[in-house]
């Protein structure tokens, strides 16, 4: 009896993960305060600060349940969830546009967003289907189009909104994952370059028709702005009242930190200059203030992050529990990679968050939840190193009782 309570115990979580995302949240909670407190929005300073709180101490609540729920619950969860998410982006479907945009539910005074949502219920989903199939994965047919079937709803559903950039979010998560599983690299890459077939084809034959048949005023504004982003990409100087206003503010800020930066709270373009500070461009910000050697620190601490958790993946025995850790992993890694990308001109702006960092109560509650998945795979992990030296405990203790 006594061996079977000991091995069903559970592990301990890793402590460093756990202290890394505490960390980032809490340089976020600075940040977010730092970035808009000049704003006084409805006439309070701290109006998103405390917003940002109460998303902190939800986050924090949800991550410490799950961490404490054995990650492979998720793999019978994972069909509910799944259905919740496509009802949600349904929803939004019928909402009005805010910055031409449909992606907010208004649900009990806060606002949600779905996509947020579709991004750990597409992990899941993935993880257990591909858990399920096996090398069935492999054949092009049978495995790897039912996969990439619910991939494109999904996308395809965001894309309605419409939001490009956790669309490409989604899908270049969803090809980790995939790949992670054992789909064929050449049905990957096939994918990939139907892709960007499809996408020019689409938008080619769009530009075609527009030229043809003038859309509505507000159609046409619409696609002005996203032709800017491109425009503003190549050369944000070209038109920099306009579309290559963000790109340049960004860019100033950035070089305005020089080394040593400006100090916390000491940041001159959040003062009206530069739009979003405290949600897409707060990286900007952490680059003004904190300089090139603070920023580089961060960037050290979010790689580690990033490594930290893959890890504990890899160390799964379980390929769920690998899957689901890759693929969460993967897209805190890419959505970064995205938002430091757009604001410092490596990419074209998308307007997506920066993990755990940026102003956002629906992506920092779902980023939280993800983390507590992680940190129960990781007390799985941590779980079978304490059997072992229980199990070689009780052994050396049989042999010593036997020679006695």
Not at 10 to 23: E, H, M, N, R, S
Not at 371 to 376: A, D, E, N, T
């Amino acid at each position: 009896m006594k061996s079977k309570s000991t091995s069903t115990k559970k592990g301990t979580p890793d402590f460093q993960l756990l202290i890394l995302t505490l960390l980032l949240v809490g340089f976020g909670v600075i940040m977010v305060f730092s970035s808009s407190s000049s704003l006084y929005f409805r006439g309070d300073p701290l109006y998103f600060l405390k917003r940002q709180l109460v998303w902190v101490v939800l986050g924090s609540i949800v991550m410490f349940t799950v961490m404490n729920i054995h990650y492979s619950k998720f793999k019978k969860w994972y069909a509910p969830i799944f259905i919740i998410t496509l009802l949600l982006l349904l929803m939004v479907a019928t909402t009005q546009r805010i910055n031409g945009a449909k992606s907010w539910l208004n649900i009990g005074g806060l606002g949600i967003q779905p996509t947020e949502l579709a991004k750990i219920s597409i992990i899941l989903y993935l993880s257990a289907l591909i858990t399920k199939k096996g090398e069935r994965l492999r054949d092009f047919r049978t495995g790897y189009i039912p996969v990439m079937v619910i991939v494109g709803i999904v996308a395809g559903l965001i894309m309605m909104q419409p939001d490009l950039g956790s669309c490409l979010i989604l899908v270049a998560t969803s090809g980790l994952v995939v790949f992670a599983g054992g789909a064929s690299l050449k049905h990957i890459l096939a994918s990939i370059m139907l892709l960007v077939l499809g996408l020019g084809l689409v938008l080619g034959t769009k530009t075609l028709i527009d030229s043809f048949s003038p859309a509505p005023e507000k159609t046409v504004a619409e696609q002005d702005y996203k032709k800017g982003r491109i425009e503003a990409f190549i050369d944000p100087f070209e038109d920099p009242k306009g579309s290559g206003y963000n790109i340049i503010q960004s860019l100033t800020a950035l070089g305005e930190g020089g080394i040593s930066g400006a100090g916390i709270g000491k940041s001159v373009q959040k003062l009206y200059y530069l739009r979003y500070a405290y949600t897409d461009f707060i990286f900007a910000v952490i680059g003004e203030e904190l300089g090139f050697a603070g920023t580089a620190l961060f960037l050290l601490i979010y790689l580690y992050f990033i490594w930290r958790g893959i890890l504990i993946a890899l160390r799964c025995t379980d390929p769920f529990g690998t899957l689901v850790g890759i693929g969460v992993m993967g897209w805190i890694a890419i959505q970064a990679f995205v938002n430091m990308g757009g604001v410092t001109k490596t990419i074209p702006l998308t307007g997506v968050t920066l993990p755990f960092i940026s102003y956002g109560g629906s992506s920092l509650l779902v980023m939280m939840l993800s983390m507590g998945i992680m940190l129960s795979i990781s007390r799985e992990t941590n779980r079978p190193a304490k059997e072992e030296v229980t199990k070689s405990i009780t052994t050396v203790r049989q042999v010593r009782a036997d020679r006695r």
